[in-house]
């Protein structure tokens, strides 16, 4: 058989893993890739990577959209089979790939009225909410702990991975021939001892499996040190007078956030006078998804509810619906906490918070999840002094927060504890969704304790797989990642400002108004280049 890694590959988006073997050819996984417009622009190419009409059918892991999110394209596209996937992610991805689409959509307009302007041809979103319902269509729901065949000689089952309501690692189990091969993918595993959803279960053996490595390299603090640490945020904002401003993915962080405020009040580290926003429709949907699957969640927060008790609700609490609430936060006077989406601060309305709040010595801005390389919010937690939000420059004055014990990702000791279930047997460790550095380190420390082989594929990366044989590896790494000609790029901009340091005469000719207008223009690109050797 051959698997094909389309994503998630020494990155920690668009995860995705296409498989062919005798009776077969379908996906791990379909997400959409996030970061800077270059990496984005792999959502688009799907056609000679995805063959999505040569797919029979996809497993879905969980609804995260660096998951799921180009589900919609593919299906448009040509894929016809089935999804499938648990009932909570079913519900889930109703709401978030129809949010998914508008944003497209958006997005769309937005940059087609700048390019009719120009007198260029509009664009197409990557896909529609029409495109988004149709899919929906093809969901199929599977049991945890429950095998079936979605093709001939093809067995799956799907697990807890506890990392988020719904989601899921997948034992699969390939017959080709007289010979049987089990893979495992992880998919995202979840924290031990998170609120709101269940420890991930363990799997004992897999001829080839497939590790998330998110925090490969680093462990979390502990739930009551994070919670601790948000109690000082709230502390340091409040005493000042301004916000608390917590970029929250929609689905799992926003409610575990809901369940630590619950917590913090219980034990008088929540003043009774400071509201708490919750300024995302998505995630006001997803909060209600959650009390509609209470046989999902965890055993306290089942013994809660049966109590009558709701982790999820606050008095000071306030949903925030239109945009036109989500504006008013804005103009409101007073300390506040505010949990908007989007988690890594590159879209929605977190960016309008960012922009009123990040110049203010007072506020805090609390980051509670992972933020991948390109994103505002890496940058911002990287100790970027100023960031761009909507073509202005915004000055990071605010007390900046990174508390990674909310992470749904299993820190590094809490992936080996995951690891130690497996018995003698397993032949193969491929290491996925991780950056470069959490990939070494847990690479390493895998090789040594477990006496493993462990391979870190490369986007694009197509590896054969037999179980006793060395994996065949086609790789090719200038179609993966293009190079970048820097000499050339540099030579050019060197040659331009040569040309205009000889028109310097023609220049000092023009109008003075005509000269300040140049003069800021230039003044421009030298603002851009100090940011950029600010980052390097």
């Known amino acids: 058989m051959k698997i094909t890694f389309l994503g998630a590959a020494r990155t920690v988006t668009g995860s995705c893993y296409v498989l062919e073997c005798e009776h077969a050819r379908f996906a791990i996984d379909c997400g959409m890739h996030q970061g800077n417009r270059i990496i984005e622009a792999r959502n688009w190419d799907e056609s000679g990577m995805y063959r999505p009409e040569a797919l029979d059918f996809i497993l879905l892991t969980h ?91 093809i067995r799956v089952v799907y697990n807890d991975a506890g990392h988020i309501l719904g989601s899921a690692f997948i034992e699969l189990w390939i017959k080709e021939g007289e010979e049987e091969t089990k893979l495992v993918f992880s998919g995202d595993l979840g924290r031990p001892n998170q609120l709101l959803v269940r420890n991930p279960e363990t799997v004992e053996h ?141 879209a929605g309305r977190i960016k309008h918070h960012l922009r009123h709040n990040l110049w203010r010595p007072g506020a805090s801005i609390v980051f509670v999840g992972y933020q991948a390389m390109g994103t505002p919010g890496r940058r911002i937690v990287d100790g970027a002094s100023m960031i761009r939000i909507f073509g202005e420059d915004v000055t990071v004055s605010a007390k900046i927060y990174t508390i990674g014990g909310f992470s749904s990702h299993a820190g590094q000791s809490q992936i080996l504890q995951w690891l130690d279930h497996l018995k003698d047997g397993t032949m193969e460790v491929f290491l996925i969704h991780g950056e470069e550095k959490a990939l070494a380190t847990l690479a390493g420390i895998i090789r040594e304790k477990y006496r493993l082989s462990v391979r870190v594929p490369d986007y694009l990366d197509e590896y054969t797989l037999r179980p006793g044989v060395e994996p065949k590896v086609a790789a090719d790494p200038e179609k993966a990642w293009p190079r970048i000609d820097w000499p050339f790029l540099l030579d050019d901009t060197e040659g331009k400002f040569a040309v205009l340091r000889k028109r310097l005469d023609a220049l000092s000719t023009k109008p003075w108004t005509d000269q300040t207008d140049l003069r800021q223009r230039l003044l421009e690109v030298n603002r851009h280049l100090t940011e950029m050797l600010s980052e390097i």
């Open 206 to 346: 897999a001829d080839f499996l497939f590790l998330e490595s998110t925090y490969g390299s680093r462990n979390h603090k502990n739930e009551a040190q994070s919670r601790q640490e948000l109690a000082e945020a709230i502390a340091y904002s409040y005493e000042r007078g301004e916000k608390v401003i917590i970029p929250a993915f929609a689905v799992e962080r926003t409610q575990e956030l809901l369940y630590s405020f619950y917590l913090l009040r219980k034990e008088g580290k929540l003043p009774e006078d400071l509201p708490v926003y919750v300024d995302s429709p998505l995630a006001i949907k997803a909060t209600e998804i959650f009390r509609r699957h209470p046989e999902y969640l965890d055993l306290q927060t089942r013994e809660l509810l049966d109590r009558g008790e709701d982790p999820l609700a606050l008095p000071n609490l306030r949903y925030t619906q239109t945009s036109e609430q989500s504006r008013a936060i804005n103009d409101l006077d007073g300390p506040a906490v505010v949990i908007s989406a989007s988690g890594m601060c590159n």
């Open 63 to 153: 609804a995260h959209i660096d998951h799921s999110g180009l589900l919609p394209r593919l299906a448009a596209k040509g894929f016809k089979g089935r999804v499938h996937t648990t009932a909570p992610t079913r519900d889930l991805l109703t709401i978030m790939l129809e949010d998914s689409a508008r944003i497209q959509e958006t997005d769309a307009q937005w940059r087609s009225t700048k390019k009719l302007r120009a007198g260029d041809p509009p664009v197409e979103p990557l896909y529609t909410v029409e495109q988004a319902q149709k899919a929906l269509k093809q969901l199929k729901i599977e049991e945890y702990n429950t095998a079936f065949e979605p093709a001939p000689g």
